[in-house]
């Protein structure tokens, strides 16, 4: 047991598996649940670290892949690592690298040892290993890094997921043997596709590292939203109470929703910055495009109840002016205003969940997503 990294549970759901924690690091404890922005390259786009933490973030991401081809985790390194080098003094979780990888199927080989690509940079062969994810990931000082993983594609053959799982786990026992930071919290990945079974058994097969904590992976790569729940329903409770649990790439309000009644804690994801740089505004569960024309003269704010910089001092006349001129500064506003929707909409489900409202607050998130796809 790491004593720098350690969870705990406040209050449960009485109805639910939805549970209100900590989990303490050591650059500042993150209120569980929680969403967590992406800086892939060391900046969560369009945002200052001081607009960031004035939406509420406690815990961000940034990418070993990326920050290992541009600037280099030589580069992070001799700036004090990534805290001092992007200014976040707030805990930092940094992917293995191993999803973008599997992004990158027409560039790249896999097999037992790792994995062979050509840069997309500069056509240099690159090998990353789990020790090179490791050594990277080291070197860049986050506090929660992850094992380097196979993720599967969708759909994808029983073969090809299960060889995908068990090379996963067998990925991570070079993880763990390589790591040697106890500064830094390793979490490992469960992997298993559509496949409930492979889902449990990839689940069983890593509980007994005794990580400080695990994270359901493969999910968001196609699939449709049902497939989620049922694959996080079936593997969140295999996943040891007393750690923190985190679903990857998820950032919509129903799938956040229905996790966190699975069990989950963590969830990270894009989609506040990628729709701002589209001219999209996320509203109290709704996608606003601000070009419409019925926002060129509505001189209220985006969500009188917001409490982010960009509701409390502009209109959805101005937001709509920005866009419309293409100014770089509404991609920023809309990026403050995102990202503080979904903080603050995790923020909601744990103030419900500790005063026991979780089920009776938030029942319309809560309802089954009709099914548009069958698990194998």
Known sequence: MNPLFHFECHQRCPHTQARAGTFHTPHGAVETP????????ANVKTVTPDQLRATGAQMILANTYH????????IVAAAGGLHRFMHWSGPILTDSGGFQVFSLSELREIDDTGVSFRSPRDGQMIHLTPEKSIAIQNALGADVI????????????RAEVEQAMHRTTQWLERCVAAHH????ALFGIV????????????????????????????????????????????????????????LMGVGTYREIAQAIAAGIDL??????????????????????????????????PLDDTCPCYTCQHFTRAYLSHLLRSRELLAYTLLSIHNITELVQFTQRIRAAILTGQFGAAFATWLQPVASSGTLP
Not at 34 to 41: A, D, E, I, Y
Not at 146 to 157: G, K, N, R, T
Not at 206 to 219: N, R
């Open 181 to 184: 930071h106890p500064h830094q």
């Open 34 to 41: 929680r969403f967590m922005p992406v800086g892939t390259l």
């Open 146 to 157: 992850m094992a380097f993983d196979e993720c599967a594609p969708y759909p994808a053959s």
């Open 267 to 300: 969830f990270d994801c894009v989609i506040p910055t990628r729709l701002a740089r589209h001219g999209n505004a996320l509203v109290q569960g709704e996608r606003w495009n601000l070009k419409n024309n019925r926002f060129r003269t509505d001189f209220t």
């Open 191 to 246: 992997q298993g596709g559509t496949y409930l079974d492979l889902r449990q058994a990839s689940a069983r097969s890593l509980v007994p590292f005794d990580l400080p904590g695990y994270a359901i992976g493969g999910v968001s790569v196609g699939e449709p939203p049902e497939l989620i729940e049922k694959i996080v329903q079936a593997t969140t409770p295999l996943l040891p109470e007393h750690k923190p649990r985190y």
């Open 67 to 74: 920050l290992h081809l541009q600037p280099g985790e030589e």
